[in-house]
């Protein structure tokens, strides 16, 4: 049986990195507004347990968009191999 992967050759992947360019700005962007949301109420002896957890969950996407861009950078670099970086 053949699959998609033998048929279809590597597309350029540049569109998908600039869409995903936009997208990094954007939550390192909201990142860092949660992170001086925190600080400002934490100045002020407020709690700031849930900008906290927004900014731990902004991290973790920044994180997530950056593996993924790594993943798209490694295919335009290496369109023979079958390793996928980790």
């Known amino acids: 049986m053949t699959s998609a992967k033998d ?13 995903l360019d936009v997208e990094i700005a954007r ?3 909201a990142r860092t507004r949660w ?6 109420l934490e100045a002020g002896g407020l709690d700031s347990g849930y900008c906290r957890g927004l900014l731990g969950i902004a991290g973790e996407r920044l994180a997530q968009l950056g593996r993924s861009r790594e993943v ?14 980790a």
Request: glycine content about 6%; cysteine-free.
């Open 72 to 85: 798209l950078l490694w295919g335009e670099n290496e369109p023979g191999s079958d390793d996928v970086p």
């Open 35 to 40: 992170l001086a949301k925190a600080r400002s």
């Open 7 to 19: 048929l279809l050759p590597p597309q350029a992947r540049a569109r998908s990195l600039d869409r």
């Open 27 to 29: 939550a390192e962007t």
